[in-house]
């Protein structure tokens, strides 16, 4: 109700009796409320031709995930988003290869992602056949029914649908299981640079009789590329997809830019990376390597907020609070938020997000790494899922030996309950809420510092 009452709404419109029960019980004061089946049987509902609408006005104020702190209305004009969906359907033209017909689209995220928002309005524009995933335990049945030729994603369902495959194989074991792994073996040989004589015997027999067999029972036939986005996705599941033919194509942006800055052009996908900054949208270095942007996509301020306006939007560019660099093809790579910076005793700043992402390559059980150890002597580790201790301190170990001494981590805590969107430790897009995680677990934070003093 919050938000709701932040916004400061006219009438509010509701999907079905029992939400407008939950409003009116959340705020007895609310403006009138009116069920969608209501709106549309009136007869002034439809709207004849097209209004005019100034580049200037506000078309929808989406509130920001509140990773930290109270979430912020973002408000994104007409202009803005008249930019963003030729900017969008301009890529997917390239993806599709300007094939005329209908695109299949699947669709699955909440709307009050603004990614997912444009993702959905750019369809429509296309005029694609598009399946709404309504029930996210229909989810996989649904997604190869709509057999799309892509849709937009988050990294932890490409993390699932990965462990998924891994567990099926493993399960039926036999020939597949035995092609399918020696097949990933030579791959990540090919991929190192290491490859031998016989794998390209492994890969053409897997290519041949698993993989097109993955595709199809993951998402239908019609697959050209994932596209991914919202938090980062590691490396390693990129390029896993990559072996199975499937290209990731990943997007990089925030609310406050209409969702979208970058977005990897099909024809040139460099894993790892975010690709280049899309059409008439500046993108820079600041202080500390923090991205920078200015051009069209960029909001023009937060709801009744002018202080938080003003400390973001400076002399035209928006500062987005994300570290990043970027290559001399201008494809962008996103290093972490620099809000998440933990900055040791010792005065050493250390991104967390690459750590946690090799931390989960080597820990495939595990759902969730988080390193904590702001104004700390070291780096200790909360880790999710179904690992042991023993299993963990493996993973530890083995990252520890390809990192510097003052970014290895010397503690560790397995918590039982992974972090969701239920127990309020992620955002609806799946981000952790980091604060919110130390502070739920200050007590075993403080173990973890206690024992190993202590030792």
Not at 174 to 190: C, T
């Amino acid at each position: 109700s919050a938000m709701m009452q932040d916004c400061s709404p006219s009438i509010i419109c509701c999907g079905d009796a029992a939400l407008r029960e939950g409003i009116l019980q959340a705020w007895p004061e609310a403006p009138p409320q009116y069920l969608f089946d209501e709106i549309f049987s009136h007869p002034g509902a439809s709207v004849n031709g097209n209004p005019k609408l100034a580049e200037s006005d506000p078309v929808t104020i989406i509130y920001t995930s509140g990773t930290s702190g109270e979430a912020k209305g973002v408000i994104l004009t007409a202009g803005n988003v008249a930019h963003m969906l030729g900017c969008t359907s301009g890529r997917l033209d390239l993806l599709m290869e300007n094939k005329p017909g209908q695109d299949r689209v699947f669709h699955y995220l909440p709307f009050c992602f603004a990614g997912s928002w444009i993702m959905l309005l750019t369809c429509l524009l296309r005029r694609n056949l598009l399946t709404l995933n309504m029930d996210l335990g229909k989810l996989a049945g649904e997604m190869r029914g709509a057999a799309p030729d892509y849709f937009l994603n988050v990294p932890a369902l490409l993390e699932r649908m990965r462990k998924a495959v891994d567990e099926q194989l493993w399960k039926t074991g036999g020939l597949a299981l035995a092609i399918y792994s020696r097949a990933k073996a030579a791959w990540m040989r090919k991929r190192d640079g290491r490859a031998r004589l016989s794998d390209a015997i492994w890969l053409a027999l897997a290519n041949a009789a698993i993989f097109p067999t993955i595709r199809k029972k993951m998402i239908g036939n019609n697959l050209k590329a994932l596209i991914c986005g919202s938090a980062p996705l590691s490396l390693d599941t990129q390029l896993y997809f990559n072996m199975l033919g499937i290209p990731v194509l990943q997007v990089y942006g925030l609310t406050e830019t209409t969702g979208i800055c970058t977005l990897d052009d099909p024809r040139h996908v460099e894993p790892g990376r975010v690709g280049p900054a899309i059409s008439g949208i500046e993108m820079k270095l600041g202080e500390s390597d923090e991205i920078i942007v200015r051009g069209p996509n960029i909001f023009p301020g937060y709801w009744n907020r002018p202080q938080e306006t003003v400390r973001v939007l400076r002399d035209g560019w928006f500062h987005t609070g994300d570290q990043g660099e970027v290559d001399g093809a201008g494809n962008w790579r996103i290093i972490g938020r620099i809000k998440n910076l933990i900055i040791l005793g010792s005065g050493h700043n250390i991104a967390p997000e690459p750590i946690e992402d090799d931390l989960l390559k080597n820990l495939p059980g595990a759902q969730q790494a988080v390193l904590v150890g702001n104004g700390r002597g070291y780096l200790s580790l909360i880790v999710t899922g179904n690992v042991t201790r023993e299993q963990a301190q493996a993973a530890v170990d083995a990252v520890n030996s390809q990192l510097p001494h003052y970014k290895q981590i010397r503690a560790l805590h397995v918590h039982t309950e992974p972090f969701s969107i239920e127990n309020g430790l992620l955002t609806a897009n799946g981000k952790l809420k980091r604060d919110l995680i130390a502070a739920r677990l200050q007590a075993e934070i403080e173990e973890m510092y206690a024992v190993r003093q202590a030792s």
